[in-house]
């Protein structure tokens, strides 16, 4: 349908989001730690977990949130958030914390015990914001927060450790002690920051804690030299933790457990050290293994000749309604693009940037197609289904307009068809064991889906695979139960109770958009993809490449 100006209906949405780019000024680590939490009630401490979140068009949207500590009224959380910085905008952030029960770790279910807003430029320029908490307004007894900032240097390496224990002290009168060890940066004024706090391990004098990862940045500003305190406790349920004993350490001397020796240390307690006798230590901590990662960026990726590949899937559902009534999510106006149209032309117009053939594959699912009117739910949208093919954005346009009048709108509302066919795709190139091609599949729909437990299976898979899933709910449906899907509320299980490798899944619905820029929408919903490409190849050992020739290529299995 041709605009009165003669543009198409494709330019109308392209002008209507007003798509921008704006440059990333630095990338800022966030830390979090919380004093004073007034307690749920006098038997018991609070479990704490804090939410960040940042403010986009009125909208309060989550970013990341912490882990949750146990029994603590004063924790500090290991969790780093990382932002990108923009000196031109003003992000506002929030800052909720959550007293999480132990039963659950689910927010819904959890007591709110107070919220801090500020902006990221008034954390930057004091490097340390240090507020009350508020609840309706009021602040909540003495409790405090405090949030650090530290710009991420352009050293992005990684350190890989594992460190085990011997002998450590016994502090507990009818089992064995339950130590975790601390590892704090002594920060040039003298200050701690926490780096990394291990697991528990219960009941055990020669705990093996888990290898972790950290960069090299938060671990010790890239000062090979510089003081590490490092803290094994006892751990206690009622968060009156038993001090076992500390030593101090560098990087330089961590670097010793590179080439497969061991490095130890003896854990001192000094008090013992002062009034007993013949105290030689508190046990031993042993570093197993020192493992320096070249962490690459998803730029390095992208100019190595990864590709993106994109691919549509739009909701053919009855409960759309008449594509012919102007009440229908699917119903064409000459001027006004519908919220489908938004959402694909706002997210593939970034996308389209990283796929150099510019062909996206469109499926539509929900529908009975010609000729026998069969329902499918993996059909190409341009009904060619050796090749399902669009030239560019606009293709993918023309082509859902094209087909709207030969369907019949049906159901149900199945999507794990169409995630297992892109990820037939991901597989194969997941045997190239190089970094080629990295598959998006953005799902448009009007409702909660049909077959849930298939999905969950199908996305637990998939999360082995080079492949990000961004739903996006069309329309004025209760999304609520597709929340469980995005990994951000809690691991996503399979059915089975497999979990989700990696959270690959973003959903969001449109309608907290509508009132902004859909660019928003784009920005928020792909906000992850370069990490989870990062991520899926770092682990896997992938390094980028130049390769002398790149071809992309996709084949879709029938």
């Not at 990338?27 to 006098?42: F, M, N």
């Not at 309604?321 to 032309?345: F, R, T």
Request: glycine share 6%.
């Amino acid at each position: 349908l041709k605009k009165k100006s003669g543009g198409n209906i494709y330019e109308s949405a392209a002008t209507t989001l007003g798509l921008f780019n704006s440059p990333c000024l630095a990338k800022v680590e966030l830390r979090v730690t919380c004093k004073g939490i007034s307690d749920r009630d006098a038997l018991s401490k609070p479990d704490p977990c804090v939410l960040i979140k940042m403010q986009s068009h009125g909208q309060w949207l989550e970013v990341d949130r912490t882990e949750v500590i146990r029994s603590s009224i004063s924790p500090t959380f290991s969790k780093v958030f990382t932002l990108d910085f923009y000196f031109e905008e003003v992000q506002r952030l929030r800052y909720e914390l959550y007293d999480i029960s132990s039963s659950h770790n689910g927010i819904k279910e959890a007591d709110f015990l107070g919220a801090m807003e500020c902006t990221l430029g008034q954390i930057v320029s004091q490097r340390k914001l240090s507020r009350p908490l508020l609840k309706q307004g009021n602040t909540v007894g003495k409790s405090f927060i405090m949030v650090t900032a530290e710009e991420l240097t352009g050293n992005d390496d990684y350190v890989e450790l594992s460190f085990s224990a011997r002998k450590l002290d016994d502090k507990d009168f009818f089992s064995k002690s339950d130590p975790f060890l601390e590892i704090f940066r002594i920060n040039d004024d003298s200050s701690l920051q926490l780096v990394h706090r291990t697991e528990t391990v219960m009941n055990n004098l020669n705990p093996v804690w888990k290898t972790f990862k950290t960069s090299l940045n938060s671990l010790c500003s890239g000062d090979h030299d510089r003081p590490l305190k490092c803290t094994v406790w006892d751990w206690d349920s009622n968060g009156k933790h038993d001090f076992i004993g500390e030593f101090q350490a560098t990087f330089k001397e961590m670097r010793g457990a590179m080439d497969g020796r061991q490095v130890q240390w003896e854990c001192i307690n000094p008090k013992y050290k002062i009034k007993k006798k013949n105290y030689k230590n508190s046990g031993i901590v042993i570093l197993n293994q020192c493992k320096i990662i070249k962490m690459h960026s998803f730029l390095d990726y992208i100019m190595g000749g990864c590709q993106i590949q994109f691919t549509v899937a739009i909701d053919f559902t009855a409960s759309n309604g008449d594509p012919h009534n102007s009440c229908s999510l699917h119903y064409i106006h000459p001027y006004q693009p519908n919220e489908y149209l938004k959402a694909l032309v706002a997210v593939g117009e970034i996308c389209q940037d990283y796929d150099s053939d510019k062909m996206f594959p469109a499926f539509g699912f929900g529908a009975r197609i010609p000729p026998d009117f069969k329902v499918s739910h993996d059909f190409a949208v341009n009904f060619n289904e050796e090749n399902p093919e669009c030239a560019g954005i606009q293709g993918v346009v023309e082509a859902y307009q094209n087909c709207l009048p030969k369907l019949q709108l049906y159901g149900p509302t199945n999507i794990a068809p169409i995630i297992q066919k892109v990820a037939r795709s991901a597989s194969q190139e997941m045997h190239t064991k190089e970094a080629m091609q990295y598959f998006i599949l953005l799902i448009l729909t009007d409702g909660v889906i049909t077959d849930m437990a298939d999905t969950r299976e199908a996305i637990v898979q998939a999360s082995h695979l080079p492949m990000s899933i961004i739903i996006v709910g069309v329309g004025s449906a209760d999304f609520s139960d597709m929340q469980m899907l995005d990994g951000d509320d809690g691991i996503l299980r399979s059915p089975k109770g497999e979990p989700c490798l990696r959270d690959i899944v973003q959903f969001v619905p449109f309608r907290n958009f509508k009132h902004g820029s859909p660019a928003e929408l784009a920005k928020t919903v792909l906000a992850e993809v370069p990490n989870q490409v990062v991520d899926y190849y770092n682990n896997k050992g992938i390094k980028p490449k130049v390769p002398s020739e790149f071809e992309s290529s996709r084949t879709f299995a029938p």
